[in-house]
């Protein structure tokens, strides 16, 4: 793979070789590696030195090799600060820079990579409240530390200094003309099913795709991939009032998505270039083609329930040990009709990317009223009821989808407790809540726990635009929201049920926490 991605690199004519390395190698992704390496002035990766100080990786699932930062300590030394934008990239013995940067469309994607990395990590109010906010936390410690490796004096004046580095790097990009070339604006993107704004299209439904597109502009492009890996297809978009784009010349582009498969995820971004000579580019996100939009396509629900998850038990203490006597996590399938349920070709999943995470073993059934249990422990060489996936006590969900990919079942719990089952109310068909555990047995008559803080859910779950809070308390209780890097976009005081406007909110997953309970939240776009 390597010796092929290599041959690829250097022996492909320019005309073609975007479209030719980009089936061998995550050409974008090593575009955004080289953006982030020049514009921190990296004396110590590929970018300066182009043999050492960096990893390369083959993802085994989309079959491409990518490049990754390795050992990037060494940024804006004094003598780096003024290299320019394309540092290197004359050079044949840096074939990345070299081979890559001739092409002119990845030319002008590596610059509009390069001038996110600007925006969002040089921007000189940002960097001075960090910068200062760290000396300030370190101050005193600094001044009283006996064995201190320079004076305080030294550092006092260092600090300012190092802002100045970055400075002088953003001014140096910003001289650069090709830097400064100004790309399209791209306003709103929004994926329309039957006319609605961002939802989940049903199985094989066509998606269209629309793009508000500030003047001056060569082109606009659709990108979209029918997977959550792998490389993306181009569509060209039109503002002829003939593509779902509203009127003909009214700065909206418009493209459509082929149906999928029902559980696809779907991932899309837009670019557009300017109708000058460089054809400079812009993209939405910016962060693309890893910082993406994406939807699911709908799971169709079965004709009638046949199993269902009953019950899941995610902090197993002493409720039951498996065949190895081991205090395990399981998961509690009932069949609430009369007749047996042949499992095979059946799923369990923890999760909405990898939808047959868990196939049940072929001959796996359930009796008419029985119950089965998987251990969710990832011991498959144990038995044959054991998952290749844990359940986390901190709350996760599990879903359980039949032979024809459809979702029979889905649970999504908060924050659990030991020995506690989350289990249905009345047995088989009730809501879940938090109770004695009740072991491949009816839940009917266990004692459910008053415990510290209010029950909550939300619905709808996955959401694109917004979603309504449930607690279990009639009392006003404090509910944060927090997305993946833990910062806080939410909290209210929420008593029995409220609704929320997420349509602002980043595509990504959140925690929501309202006293000991807590949730995931997924919002897609």
């Known amino acids: 793979d390597l010796v092929r991605v290599c041959d690829k690199l250097n022996n492909t ?4 070789l975007y479209d030719t390395l980009e089936k061998y190698m995550d050409v974008d992704r090593v575009l955004w590696f080289l953006a982030c390496e020049n514009a921190f002035a990296d004396d110590d990766g590929y970018i300066y030195k182009g043999k050492m100080d960096y990893c390369l990786y083959w993802d085994e699932v989309s079959g491409r090799i990518t490049t990754q930062e390795y050992d990037g300590n060494s940024i804006l030394e004094n003598q780096n600060v003024t290299w320019g934008p394309f540092y290197h990239a004359t050079d044949p013995n840096y074939p990345l820079l070299y081979k890559l940067l001739q092409v002119p469309e990845l030319r002008q ?13 040089l921007d000189q109010a940002q960097l001075q409240t960090v910068i200062s906010g760290y000396a300030t936390l370190v101050d005193t410690i600094v001044l009283n530390d006996p064995k201190k490796l320079m004076t305080y004096t030294q550092f006092t004046s260092g600090w300012p200094a190092f802002l100045n580095l970055f400075n002088t790097r953003r001014n140096t990009l910003n001289s650069n003309s090709e830097v400064v070339q100004v790309a ?3 306003g709103t993107v929004d994926h329309v099913v039957n006319g609605q704004l961002n939802v989940a299209p049903t199985a094989g439904g066509t998606v269209n795709v629309r793009a508000m597109v500030g003047s001056g502009v060569s082109s606009v492009s659709l990108f979209w991939c029918p997977q959550l890996w792998g490389s993306f297809e181009r569509l060209a978009m039109f503002d002829d009032g003939l593509h779902d784009d509203g009127a003909s010349g009214d700065g909206t582009y418009g493209a459509s998505i082929p149906g999928q498969n029902a559980g696809s995820w779907v991932r899309y971004y837009v670019e557009a270039k300017a109708n000058n000579t460089a054809l400079s580019a812009s993209y939405a996100p910016p962060g693309a083609e890893h910082d993406v939009f994406v939807y699911q396509v709908q799971l169709p629900p079965p004709p009638q329930p046949s199993v269902v998850i009953n019950e899941v038990m995610a902090k197993n203490v002493s409720t039951a040990e498996d065949e190895y006597n081991e205090a395990e ?13 042949d499992l095979s070709g059946w799923f369990l999943t923890d999760t909405p990317f990898d939808l047959y995470k868990w196939p049940f073993p072929a001959g796996s059934s359930i009796t008419g009223y029985g119950y089965l249990i998987v251990w969710a422990d990832e011991d498959g060489w144990q038995a044959p009821l054991h998952a290749n996936f844990k359940l986390s006590g901190d709350g996760e969900e599990v879903r359980l989808i039949n032979a024809d990919s459809m979702q029979v079942d889905a649970v999504l719990f908060g924050e659990q407790f030991d020995d506690l089952g989350y289990a249905r109310l009345p047995n088989g068909y009730g809501p879940f809540v938090i109770q004695q555990a009740t072991f491949a047995a009816t839940n009917d008559f266990a004692g459910v726990n008053e415990l510290e803080g209010p029950m909550i859910s939300a619905f709808p779950n996955p959401t694109s635009d917004g979603f309504t809070f449930l607690t279990g308390s009639t009392q006003m209780t404090d ?3 927090y997305d993946a890097t833990a910062r806080r976009v939410w909290n209210g005081r929420v008593s029995g049920r409220i609704e929320i406007d997420a349509s602002n909110w980043a595509t990504g997953s959140y925690t929501v926490k309202a006293g ?7 919002v897609i776009r």
Request: aromatic content about 6%; glycine content about 0%.
């Open 479 to 481: 509910v944060s929201v």
């Open 13 to 16: 004519p320019l005309v073609t």
């Open 184 to 186: 399209p604006t791209i």
């Open 516 to 522: 000991s309970s807590a949730l995931k939240l997924m």
């Open 329 to 341: 996590d399981w998961i509690e399938l009932y069949n609430p009709t009369p007749d047996p349920v």
């Open 109 to 121: 994607r590596y610059l509009a990579h390069l001038r996110s990395v600007m925006a969002e990590l």
